[in-house]
């Protein structure tokens, strides 16, 4: 800060987190689903690059979303609904987008689409508004892009968002 911007400026000590709050603090966790061998996978890309790193645990994302992900890809495995292929641009299931309300415990889940409905939807509205979810939504992204979410989100089931609040403020939070 001195050399090139001229300030003198005392940085304070840096807070770290406790020990307990370090694991599990992201409150919002994108999948790619990709096709596998023996079912639908979920995970993250490989650096620099769409090559799927399959996961089944993230530390720091919310535990709804570790809970959510194997019910939700075993679903539509046994439905017979297809992950997209990108190099194809063919299948339906691009992403699973779930956020999870830290303070309201408010569980969104949001399938990103190649195509404009879900198959199956009132089936899978049951299964997730039974595993405790209060948002249920699809996203139509039907263009050959590596964005994630398109421009059309339509609500199936719950709000449009969940809601949660930091000290005395609230916030509605959607896909």
């Known amino acids: 800060m001195e050399r090139i911007g001229g300030l003198s400026v005392v940085v304070p000590p840096v807070l770290g987190m406790a ?10 966790a994108q999948f790619p689903v990709r096709a596998g061998e023996k079912g639908l996978r979920a995970g993250f890309f490989a650096p620099r690059s769409h090559r799927l790193v399959p996961v ?3 530390q720091i994302q919310s535990r709804a979303s570790q809970r959510l992900m194997p019910v939700i890809l075993d679903f539509f495995w046994r439905k017979g609904i297809a992950a997209y292929d990108e190099a194809l641009h063919t299948g ?18 949001c399938v990103v689409i190649n195509g404009t409905s879900l198959p199956h939807g ?11 979810v209060q948002s249920i939504s699809i996203n139509r992204n039907r263009e050959r892009t590596n964005v ?3 421009p059309e989100t339509v609500t199936l ?12 403020l609230k916030f509605r939070i959607s896909p």
């Open 148 to 150: 994630i979410l398109g």
């Open 92 to 109: 339906l299931v691009r992403h699973v987008l779930i956020r999870e309300g830290h303070a309201t415990g408010q569980v969104l889940v």
């Open 157 to 168: 089931w719950g709000d449009a968002y969940i809601e949660d609040r930091i000290g005395d």
């Open 122 to 132: 009132r089936e899978f509205v049951d299964l997730l508004s039974g595993e405790g």
């Open 19 to 28: 020990e307990a709050d370090r694991a599990h603090y992201r409150n919002k």
């Open 56 to 58: 089944e645990a993230c």
